[in-house]
């Protein structure tokens, strides 16, 4: 699948210095979210450098965090750090 901007990221906090943390949810795999350019309209929503982005597989509910590593440019969308993936092991 391919981002849709009418499934944008949303923003979950904003900190007095300005960051804020995004919440992605997409069927789409972390490895495509965390893609060069996959948040096509990123910069218009306000994305910017350092901002984090907690994105998760909606069908298996794997969860990664990333973080936009690169600043505001006509020809660039927001690109995203290889983040850490957050997952469990079920002991039941």
Same mark, same amino acid.
């Given at each position: 699948m391919a981002y849709s901007?009418?499934?944008?990221?949303?923003?979950?906090?904003?900190? $007095?210095?300005?960051?804020?943390?995004?919440?992605? =949810? %997409?069927a789409d795999? $972390?490895?495509?979210?965390?893609?060069?350019?996959?948040? %096509?309209?990123?910069?218009? *929503?306000?994305?910017? *450098?350092?901002?984090? =982005?907690? =994105?998760?597989?909606?069908?298996?509910?794997?969860?990664? $965090? *990333?973080?936009?590593?690169?600043?505001?440019?006509? %020809? *660039?969308?927001?690109?995203?750090?290889?983040?850490?993936? $957050? %997952?469990?092991?079920?002991?039941?």
């Amino acid at each position: 699948m391919a981002y849709s901007t009418s499934n944008p990221p949303a923003i979950e906090t904003q900190a $007095i210095n300005g960051r804020r943390r995004w919440s992605y =949810v %997409s069927a789409d795999a $972390i490895a495509t979210v965390d893609g060069a350019g996959y948040f %096509s309209n990123g910069f218009d *929503l306000g994305m910017k *450098l350092g901002d984090v =982005v907690e =994105v998760t597989v909606s069908s298996s509910g794997a969860t990664a $965090i *990333l973080y936009v590593n690169n600043t505001p440019t006509a %020809s *660039l969308a927001p690109d995203t750090t290889d983040g850490t993936t $957050i %997952s469990a092991t079920d002991t039941d």
